[in-house]
């Protein structure tokens, strides 16, 4: 990882504000987040808004790479004015797995009026590095990420509910040793959602869960 930017670096930063096309951007922003240079973060936030789906998916590429370092810069400059913006930035926050974006994650779950965001969001919770947190921190912080994922399995978008069996599929897998009771729990949510979801990927998802954690 490059902490100290060259000539070569400065280059690719240029390269991406200066793209004067869509694929020419896309090109440029993976060049960037190929190169891990922590002076690219503010530029790879701001292709988060535009709107290149390509280019946005090399910026959370670039910035998940990059790891801690775009945690807080991403909390700081998180759009919340718009929204596919913010849909890409929980996605990176969620790749990282950092404990520090996870109030963030929590709220967004639950709250984002944009299914893409909840859907993020949730997916995220199941993959937090625990071990970054004091052991009295994670009990309290687990118990919520357990509250809210369930709460959130419940959510009316169907790829909100599958988000959520993936986060609790990860999340089943990080506290089967420490806390088999959750994982149960985890399990029977997953037989209800079997047994009564009407969408057949996120019952399939779930009956897959049950396979992998039985």
Known sequence: MNNHPSIIDNQL????EKADS????????KDLAAAQIEDAIPILIT??????????????????????MSVLPLLEKLDGYNYGARAWAIRALAGIGDP????????????DFSFSVRRGAARGL?????????EAEVSDA?????????????DPEWVVRYAAVVGLHGFAKAVE???PKWLEDILTRFEEIVDTDTTLAVS???????????
């Open 13 to 16: 930063i240029r390269a991406v």
């Open 22 to 29: 869509s694929q020419g951007l896309i090109d440029a922003v």
């Open 47 to 68: 292709v988060l808004g535009y709107n290149n789906p390509g280019a946005a998916v090399a910026a959370v590429d670039g910035l998940v790479l990059l790891g801690e």
């Open 100 to 111: 520090r974006g996870l109030d963030l994650l929590l709220d967004s779950a639950v709250n």
């Open 126 to 134: 199941g993959f937090i590095g625990w071990e970054k947190l004091s």
């Open 142 to 154: 687990q118990q919520r990420v357990f509250q809210t994922l369930l709460q959130v399995s419940q």
């Open 177 to 179: 040793i420490s806390n």
């Open 204 to 214: 399939a998802r779930a009956q897959m869960a049950i396979a992998d954690l039985r």
